[in-house]
């Protein structure tokens, strides 16, 4: 018999715990206490899964926060707090240790979030589950575009996955190319100054960090909208290795994740405030779409329009 | 050169996070956002060191909830949110997810907290990490023993550390007492409802499942008072497998850990008040010694004293 994977386990996780069919997930959870929003991410990364051949421990430890960020980012609230649970395998020397905690530090400066505590263990393997806080009034939904709103990106898809396969498959290709890639894997940054100022300006928003169809599909779905994709959000040079390597370049755009950009549908009448506060940001933007009525993601991909599938990073899919 | 154990990774991430030599550990980290406290602890379960043998895909699942609700327990907060973080290995099926959520489901019920969310991941072995949110004004701490005041834990100590020798040892030993013991390691029910009306009556508490000797020290230490230990509460079956096996009784009531029972000082003053709610809520109340200046704790065994040193589980000490 099939075994379930991340999508039918959260299924029927779902069901058990009373949340139901009609449940709909959000980039963060809301904790509504005393009148007051409280907002919080738990992100568990894993070691076999999430840690590609040559990412420094430093790296790992930094982007296990990168996570949460990013879905603070797309929602436009601030994290304030972090607990980090670790398990590491024994033998861990002082030294590595020293590398995490840099890395947890980097992190914890680079976007103003206090750790206040954590749990260390034992394990097979690095495992990070972080768990960050925010508070905020208003929370930009996953599901809230209007007919006639545009969509944007907030910067290029395709380098990400391309940098996975160039590690994985061992690829060739330009040295600045690469550069760009890998960092692009082992050093993701969250726009989060962008979301913070933007977030306000959106109808509806998501982290992408689960691969760019799954969160136009999900936006769309919980939107109860179609979203036409004119434009493919990606640069010249992951055209080219595409080209070079003979990979599809709606594959790479769209299919890979660990991106950690935001998808945001914008009102036509606020879409000149986003453009200042990406401009002012250096935040390249990318208007990629519109939001119509009717459902899926349609791709106008060489004049020709097709159905965008959800494609992506699924934990468990055989 | 020796690896570093979990108390020196702790130290090493403490001074790269900023919170210095001076920064107290507590059962729960405390967020102040807005006027508002909350309360927030993370804990991991690895199936590796944290499940011996026999142990129950539900009980698993159950356990890795109650660790968090012990420290809200002890110090008398109620715990209302979780979000729980999954890493299982692949080929795990239907069934045994089933079995996990319905673990997670039966202690939400049981403790009356609400699971609001998650992460899904692929590892090498099934961890768990669950964060627990609730809000509360005042904070019973680790270290507020006051000269006079009464220790008392909430029930007895040795049955969880003589369940685990009867696991992994493999010993024999009376069945009423094996049943008892692996309802222990298996099943550990931290008093919720206890802490929950007795914590304001306390001077000073603190969870015990790191082992009752380091709870003790840890509480002695921060209070800066010497606690005497005069009564080692445990029951006559444990006393009488202790002797059997020729093990320390010592050893099994205080160098175990995962009893999830809490630690406390209680104001002579208000001694009746807790024992009135200990009797109504069939909580086995044992008043094991009291607090005095000084410092160390000091057990009273056999009319002789000895300190106690901090024995237990420190996670990765070789």
Redesign the interface.
């Known amino acids: 018999?099939k075994?379930?994977d991340?999508i039918?386990?959260?299924k029927?996780?779902q069901s058990?715990?009373?949340q139901g069919p009609k449940f709909i997930?959000e980039d963060l959870?809301v904790?509504s206490?005393?009148n007051?929003n409280?907002l919080?991410k738990?992100?568990?990364l894993?070691?076999?899964?999430?840690v590609p051949a040559g990412m420094k421990l430093y790296q790992v430890a930094r982007k296990s926060l990168v996570s949460c960020v990013s879905d603070f980012a797309c929602k436009g609230i601030k994290p304030?707090?972090a607990?980090?649970?670790?398990?590491?395998p024994?033998?861990?020397?002082?030294k590595m240790?020293?590398e995490l905690?840099?890395g947890?530090?980097k992190a914890?400066k680079e976007f103003a979030v206090k750790?206040?505590?954590?749990?260390?263990?034992?394990?097979?393997?690095i495992?990070i589950?972080v768990?960050m806080?925010g508070?905020g009034d208003r929370l930009v939904r996953r599901g809230g575009a209007k007919k006639g709103d545009i969509i944007v990106t907030s910067g290029p898809f395709g380098y990400s996955s391309s940098g996975l396969k160039i590690i994985l498959r061992k690829l060739k290709a330009d040295p600045k190319f690469v550069k760009k890639c890998k960092k692009s894997v082992f050093l993701p940054t969250p726009r989060l100054e962008f979301g913070l100022k933007a977030a306000r300006y959106f109808s509806s928003s998501m982290d992408s960090s689960d691969g760019l169809s799954i969160t136009l599909n999900d936006m769309s779905k919980l939107s109860k909208k179609r979203f036409f994709v004119t434009r493919i959000p990606t640069e010249k040079d992951v055209e080219e290795f595409a080209k070079k390597k003979n990979i599809s370049l709606v594959d790479l755009v769209f299919c890979g994740g660990e991106e950690y950009e935001m998808v945001a549908t914008v009102p036509k009448k606020n879409l000149h405030m986003v453009r200042n506060i990406a401009k002012k940001l250096n935040v390249p933007l990318f208007e990629i779409g519109y939001v119509t009525n009717g459902k899926n993601v349609i791709l106008v991909d060489k004049k020709q329009e097709k159905t965008l599938k959800r494609c992506g990073w699924v934990?468990?899919r055989?």
């Open positions: 018999m075994k379930p991340e039918e386990i959260i029927i996780f058990r715990f009373g997930p959870e904790l206490i005393s007051q409280f919080v738990s992100d568990m894993v070691q076999s899964t999430d304030r707090y607990i980090i649970s670790l398990a590491i024994r033998g861990f020397t002082r240790i020293n905690a840099i947890f530090a914890s750790i206040i505590g954590g749990d260390v263990n034992q394990g097979k393997e495992v589950d768990s806080f508070v934990h468990l055989s």
